[in-house]
């Protein structure tokens, strides 16, 4: 059986994911060797940072009804 999820517990699902990516971009940009591809991975990083920021702003901000 497939529960379905209301709005912020979707946000709260993404987050932990965006939480799960950061950790593995992290481990990435301390292996990478090649200069090109660290400031790509970086990039990717700061991309999932932002993401953090605004489910985080979201999730503080979420109004119930």
């Known amino acids: ?3 379905h999820k209301n709005a912020r517990e979707n946000v709260e699902c993404v987050l932990n994911k965006l939480h799960e990516a950061q950790s ?3 481990s990435a940009v301390s ?3 090649k200069a090109h591809n660290k ?4 990039g990717i990083l700061n991309s999932v940072n ?3 920021q605004h489910a985080t702003t979201t999730l503080n901000t979420y109004q119930e009804s």
């Open 1 to 3: 059986m497939h529960t």
């Open 24 to 26: 593995e971009l992290n």
């Open 31 to 33: 292996t990478v060797e």
């Open 39 to 42: 400031e790509n991975i970086q």
């Open 50 to 52: 932002q993401a953090v």
